[in-house]
């Protein structure tokens, strides 16, 4: 049944109603005794369904109800390829258009990016028995990577990068995931995305199917495998103990537009002059209040999250997502795993919505704190910003410290160490010994910032593009090396010696769910600098006895922190900006105390040395 709303954001645009919304299920439906087709598309005049081998076989549809088309047949075609063919009201300039061979919005696997479709009988999708229990979302530290990159470290021979080489290298104990010892993974989206070539590397971004994990890295890509495939990616991290949040795209589609062809620009938000706005720098923009766009929205996220086991997503540019959209999603997506991980890139080239969603329980990409860390390690920052960041962004953009993914570098743009290299050209392939120990500051500053830390892939082993920013499709410049993380693995050891703490039971006042209380933190600064900063975490005892002292100098001069309030014979070298001390160090806290240039210091007291592990 057809139900209207009243929302003055949706018109009627070339004919077509933009407030219809229908309940029914949509796609393929094959079983024993038949197969329906059921298809959205107010753009259609004419519709059938082309099915088979070689598609050679029409099953014409009807239009039973507005915009609504059904095609049934007694046959069962589970397994059978099929594409949707479109006779339109209006026909658009997008290329490689072809309405004969339309793509199912709704189609769980796909042949191709072009389709077509595979029909996928129900029954056997496939079933997650497991029971896993998320963990709290303070308790997270996150690693962003692509599935072909990470592969880069596996030292097994494989022609193609596939989701079956992904779990056999992931179960080894000595991956590269056990030994960051991080326990989230953020995989860039692999949802069916436009590609020319299955061997062709692609980042993901341009969806052009909500339902069907990429055939890019099936097993077999001839009979849906995929699903399987995916699954059990899931379920390796699982066992791994690391929670699997899956990159969506849901602000633009990439080539072909079956959505388009399909609707027209029911699913699409347009200039006064028709033409399609293109805050997304991608060509489109989704209509996300348009009730299907908003419902295909959803239907997909409750299915990866129902039939493989997601445990998050991150959803890229999700600025162009309507707020409403938004609510609708943290409503739906928690009612079925209550602390379902949900983070938002939080612009797009239209604006920015972080403090629209700091009311809710949405988390979100801080590029606040991406920018302004690497400013302050460069030492043209101040020590004020960095109070803000260390304390969660409580005091502006966040309502909790978890709203806060802190990170300092993504797939985006250039990577850290390119960056923030003293080198020509920002080419950080051959770092400079500087370049090292500002590395070391901003990792000591992410890991002691309240909020959920996330690391990019091989950013803690310097991975360098050699200054290239966008290397969307290139997979040699993305691709992760074992030769880089041999010959930066002090670093990496560094770094995870952080993570450890971090998630240590003497990390435990970092991991704030909630704001701490006033006076939890006490800041001592320095006259001999507008940027070092000391930091005392737990100074008013509202959380027992353990106190943590950071202090940070990223100046080329030696500073004095006066720490007239602090007991320093109580203290406890735990790390500087080179070590781990665990507990073996000889150094004393004094008043004043003396910090070297570009360099940081973690004391802490009342916490037994075994708690660090």
Request: charged fraction near 20%; charge should be negative; hydrophobic fraction near 35%.
């Amino acid at each position: 049944m057809a139900v209207f709303t009243n929302s003055s954001t949706l018109r009627t645009l070339m004919g077509m109603t933009c407030d219809l919304y229908y309940d029914s299920p949509l796609g393929a439906f094959p079983c024993p005794s038949g197969t329906l087709f059921r298809i959205f598309a107010p753009n259609a005049r004419e519709l059938s369904i082309r099915h088979g081998t070689q598609l050679g076989n029409s099953l014409p549809a009807r239009e039973v109800a507005e915009s609504l088309w059904e095609a049934q047949t007694n046959q069962n075609l589970d397994g059978t390829p099929y594409v949707i063919q479109s006779v339109p009201k209006n026909e658009f300039s997008i290329s490689r258009e072809d309405y004969s061979h339309i793509l199912d919005p709704y189609a769980l696997a796909s042949l191709s990016a072009r389709g077509p479709g595979i029909s996928i009988d129900r029954s056997r999708l496939p079933q997650i028995i497991e029971r896993h229990t998320l963990i709290p979302m303070e308790e997270l530290v996150i690693l962003e990577g692509h599935l072909s990159d990470l592969l880069g470290l596996c030292t097994d021979k494989f022609d193609r990068p596939t989701y079956e080489i992904f779990c056999r290298w992931l179960s080894n104990p000595r991956s590269y995931l056990d030994q960051l010892g991080i326990n989230a993974l953020e995989l860039q989206p692999l949802q069916e995305f436009d590609s020319l070539a299955d061997v062709e590397y692609h980042w993901g971004y341009m969806p052009v199917n909500y339902f069907a994990p990429t055939r890019a890295y099936a097993t077999n890509k001839a009979n849906g495998s995929q699903l399987f495939d995916f699954v059990a990616v899931v379920q390796a991290c699982h066992k791994k103990g690391i929670q699997f949040i899956l990159d969506v795209v849901y602000n633009h589609v990439g080539e072909p537009n079956n959505l388009r062809m399909l609707g027209g620009d029911y699913f699409f938000r347009t200039n006064a002059d028709g033409t399609l706005t293109n805050f997304s720098g991608c060509g489109n923009d989704l209509r996300t209040e348009a009730p299907m766009a908003r419902r295909l929205i959803l239907d997909s996220l409750k299915y990866w999250v129902q039939t493989f086991g997601v445990d998050g997503f991150r959803f890229d540019l999700a600025e162009l997502i309507d707020l409403e959209t938004l609510k609708c999603i943290e409503k739906e997506l928690r009612a079925i795993k209550k602390s379902i991980y949900l983070i938002a890139e939080p612009w797009s080239f239209r604006g920015h919505s972080a403090l629209d969603l700091k009311p809710t329980t949405w988390s979100y990409w801080n590029d606040d704190f991406r920018n302004s860390i690497r400013n302050y390690v460069l030492d043209t920052g101040n020590r004020d910003a960095l109070r803000y960041f260390l304390g969660g962004c409580t005091s502006h953009l966040t309502s909790a410290p978890i709203q806060s993914i802190n990170y300092t570098a993504s797939h985006d743009d250039c990577v850290w160490i390119d960056g923030i290299t003293e080198t020509y050209a920002q080419d950080g392939r051959y770092p400079r010994p500087n370049d090292l120990q500002r590395t070391r500051l901003m990792f000591a500053i992410l890991f002691m910032s309240l909020g959920v830390p996330m690391l990019s892939e091989g950013q803690d082993f310097l991975r360098s593009k050699g200054g290239v920013s966008n290397t969307y499709k290139d997979g040699e410049k993305n691709r992760l090396s074992p030769e880089r993380l041999e010959q930066f693995q002090q670093l990496h050891a560094y770094v995870v010696q952080w993570i450890r703490f971090r998630r240590s039971l003497a990390g435990k006042l970092l991991r704030q769910r909630e704001a701490p209380s006033e006076g939890f933190f006490q800041f001592f600064p320095t006259a001999d600098s507008e940027s070092a900063l000391g930091t005392l975490y737990n100074a008013n005892a509202s959380q027992e006895s353990q106190r943590l002292l950071f202090l940070v100098n990223p100046d080329f001069h030696t500073v004095h922190f006066p720490l007239p309030d602090i007991p320093c014979g109580s203290f406890q070298l735990i790390a500087d900006g080179h070590q781990f001390y665990n507990g073996n160090s000889l150094q004393r806290l004094s008043d004043p105390h003396s910090l070297g240039p570009l360099s940081c210091q973690l004391w802490t007291c009342n916490t037994d040395i075994n708690a660090l592990q």
